[in-house]
């Protein structure tokens, strides 16, 4: 199994766990709050709010990947989303090693 699969099974779980967040509104303020630990931007996403979750995850710290589309994230969860926040440090940090 190569890496995108196993990260894209990796959020399925943490969604089970209910360890995400979703939503731009929610993952601003859970980022503002130090709540997201990792965050998923989807390539395809609009470029202004890449631009600005990646700047505000920088300034807070806050990991980002931005190589899984909208269509492999919405598989992943069940939903269709563009972002996802990872709300518990030991699944953002494994998503580190595996990413």
Not at 17 to 25: L, N
Not at 51 to 71: E, G
């Amino acid at each position: 199994m190569d890496n995108k699969q196993s990260v894209l099974n990796f959020l399925g779980i943490a969604k089970r766990a209910g360890k995400i967040v979703t939503g731009q509104d929610i993952i601003l303020s859970n980022i503002k709050k130090n709540k997201v630990y990792f965050l998923f931007i989807a390539k395809d996403s609009g470029q202004s709010t890449i631009k600005k979750f990646n700047d505000k995850a920088k300034f807070y710290q806050v990991p980002v990947n931005n190589n899984l589309s909208k269509d492999e994230i919405s598989s992943a969860i069940g939903a269709q989303r563009t972002m996802i926040g990872i709300t518990d440090r030991k699944m953002s940090q494994k998503l580190s090693e595996i990413v």
